[in-house]
């Protein structure tokens, strides 16, 4: 006997061989590129600013606190915890230490990923129509 061919739900993600949870493959790759070149190149510029202005004293304008706020935010969370962690510095020493910035990018990945989904099902969804 076999199984009964799938029906497609209203409001939710187009029918695929991967999990629903799982972002595809152009969209992962994609994001997680991007947000590691972007995270990476914000705190280059946050921590530029701080040394141009290391000597002089004086207080960070409002532009270099919001870059750097910005590059805490997508820095978060695995690589700060991986900054602040002497183990973890240990086990990611040199270029290894890539790998918690690439892991973090993949992560918020899967949250934007998920995101999307739901506030796909809750505004796209469309409402069964009542039948006389």
Avoid at 42 to 66: I, K, Q
Avoid at 67 to 94: C, I
Wanted: charge should be positive; charged fraction near 15%; glycine fraction near 4%.
């Amino acid at each position: 006997m076999s199984p009964p061919p799938a029906v497609p739900l209203r409001g939710v993600m187009a029918n695929t061989n991967r999990p629903a949870w799982r972002p595809p493959r152009k969209f992962l790759l994609r994001y997680v590129a991007v947000h590691a070149s972007v995270s990476a190149w914000l705190f280059m510029v946050a921590f530029t600013r701080g040394m141009d202005r290391f000597d002089s004293g004086m207080a960070p304008t409002f532009g270099e606190r919001a870059v750097e706020f910005l590059s805490d935010l997508l820095l978060s969370p695995v690589f700060k915890l991986t900054t602040k962690s002497r183990l973890l510095r240990e086990l990611f020493p040199g270029l290894l230490g890539y790998l918690p910035l690439l892991a973090n990018s993949a992560l918020w990945a899967f949250l934007t990923w998920w995101l999307f989904a739901i506030l796909t099902r809750h505004f796209f969804a469309t409402e069964p129509s009542a039948k006389p």
